[in-house]
């Protein structure tokens, strides 16, 4: 099927929503015709501050989903809906683009895998941080042979304080409290969703994984799983960990969540660092590669957090139009899915957990 100008319809129109409309708005190739949310003032105040006062603003995804004017739904629910919301969605033939981690558990995850190899239109795993600019650059500078074959990853999740850090209402954060809900800890599991992708993506599946997994009140008593301390072994005596540590008085500059995150890959002959993410600290390079006595830092690229979104969609958009594979698929969402996972029940057992 060829799209020339994909009817999009969000499904969950919560915190996250805002960064997913962006691109859709302004791609000549799509447009949002509908915005379904539970909390229908939610959708209603979103359609109006993104500019699509005429969108339908619907209360079931089921009506969405018997819509036969809508092609592809924007899926950005609570975790524990992803798996029933997608099944039906992949049913109705609807292209689907759904928000990580793609279901709570692998048995989950095996049928939204099963059912998009069946579906009629394309699935999508979404996961951003692949695509944000600093990390794209990262990726084809390791594939050019920049940094010789890369032996170890090193991801850091620091979540703080901001004062420019963007409002997340209570109830985004209450379902997170929830492990029926949200399938794990809100930064190990589901920021880490985002590590665990970078990792997998820079290296490959891992074939061990060890967790620390230790537990921390916010001062509004939110409960983050940090510190934590999660190492891997890749395949070829390649390995790598991601440090989670939440520091209460750590000022971050952002636009979005108050964390940063930083990332170091040493190879052979080379390191680099990715030196943002959400947020950052200062002003480093946003990019950094050393290698033959000569450190050079890269500037000039999009740092914002919401182009990794805008990529990311853009990307989905020219594969349904030239009819390439999306990125995730829904089998590289389940190896990611299972590398997080991994680190929860290494967690909760105290083993190394074996993925080979
Ligand atoms: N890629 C990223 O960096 C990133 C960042 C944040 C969140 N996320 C993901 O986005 C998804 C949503 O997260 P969020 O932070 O926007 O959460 P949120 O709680 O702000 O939004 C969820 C929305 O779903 C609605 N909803 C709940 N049940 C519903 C139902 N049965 N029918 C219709 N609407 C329903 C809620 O009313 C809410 O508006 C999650 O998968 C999360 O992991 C990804």
């Known amino acids: 099927m060829f799209y020339d100008r994909l009817r999009v319809a969000m499904i969950g129109t919560g915190r996250i929503s805002d960064l997913h409309a962006i691109e859709y708005c302004q791609n000549p190739h799509a447009e949002i015709v509908a915005l379904c949310d539970r909390d229908t003032e939610s959708a209603r105040s979103r359609a109006s501050a993104w500019g699509v006062e005429n969108a339908r603003i619907v209360e079931d995804y089921r009506t969405i989903l018997a819509d036969p004017e809508i092609d592809l739904v924007e899926i950005l629910l609570p975790h524990h809906l992803h798996c029933s919301v997608t099944l039906?969605?992949?049913?109705?033939?609807?292209?689907?683009?759904?928000?990580?981690?793609?279901?709570?558990?692998?048995?989950?995850?095996?049928?939204?895998?099963?059912?998009?190899?069946?579906?009629?239109?394309?699935?999508?795993?979404?996961?951003?941080?692949?695509?944000?600019?600093?990390?794209?650059?990262?990726?084809?500078?390791?594939?050019?042979?920049?940094?010789?074959?890369?032996?170890?990853?090193?991801?850091?999740?620091?979540?703080?304080?901001?004062?420019?850090?963007?409002?997340?209402?209570?109830?985004?954060?209450?379902?997170?409290q929830e492990r029926s809900q949200s399938g794990g800890g809100p930064l190990v599991f589901d920021d880490g969703h985002h590590k665990f992708a970078l990792a997998w993506h820079f290296m490959g599946n891992p074939e061990e994984v060890h967790a620390f997994i230790g537990e921390t009140q916010r001062q509004d008593g939110f409960c983050f799983d940090a510190p934590a301390m999660v190492s891997f072994r890749f395949p070829g005596n390649r390995m790598g960990n991601l440090e989670v540590v939440y520091s209460p008085e750590l000022d971050i500059i952002t636009r979005h969540y108050a964390q940063d995150d930083r990332v170091e890959i040493t190879g052979t002959k080379?390191?680099?660092?990715?030196?943002?993410?959400?947020?950052?600290?200062?002003?480093?390079?946003?990019?950094?590669?050393?290698?033959?006595?000569?450190?050079?830092?890269?500037?000039?690229?999009?740092?914002?957090?919401?182009?990794?979104?805008?990529?990311?969609?853009?990307?989905?958009?020219?594969?349904?139009?030239?009819?390439?594979?999306?990125?995730?698929?829904?089998?590289?969402?389940r190896q990611v899915l299972r590398f997080a996972l991994a680190a929860e029940e290494s967690a909760r057992t105290g083993k190394?957990?074996?993925?080979?």
């Open 88 to 176: 039906a969605a992949i049913e109705a033939g609807k292209v689907v683009s759904l928000q990580k981690p793609m279901c709570v558990d692998l048995a989950e995850a095996d049928k939204v895998v099963e059912a998009a190899a069946n579906a009629r239109a394309p699935v999508k795993v979404f996961e951003n941080f692949i695509f944000y600019p600093p990390v794209m650059k990262a990726k084809s500078l390791v594939d050019e042979g920049a940094i010789g074959t890369p032996l170890t990853i090193r991801i850091k999740s620091n979540p703080g304080r901001s004062q420019t850090a963007w409002n997340v209402p209570h109830a985004a954060d209450a379902w997170r």
């Open 270 to 333: 080379g390191v680099m660092w990715i030196n943002c993410g959400h947020g950052r600290l200062g002003d480093p390079p946003p990019l950094a590669l050393y290698r033959d006595g000569e450190l050079r830092t890269f500037h000039g690229m999009e740092t914002g957090w919401e182009a990794s979104f805008v990529h990311s969609t853009r990307h989905f958009i020219e594969a349904l139009r030239s009819g390439t594979a999306p990125s995730l698929t829904a089998g590289e969402g």
């Open 352 to 356: 190394t957990v074996e993925l080979r």
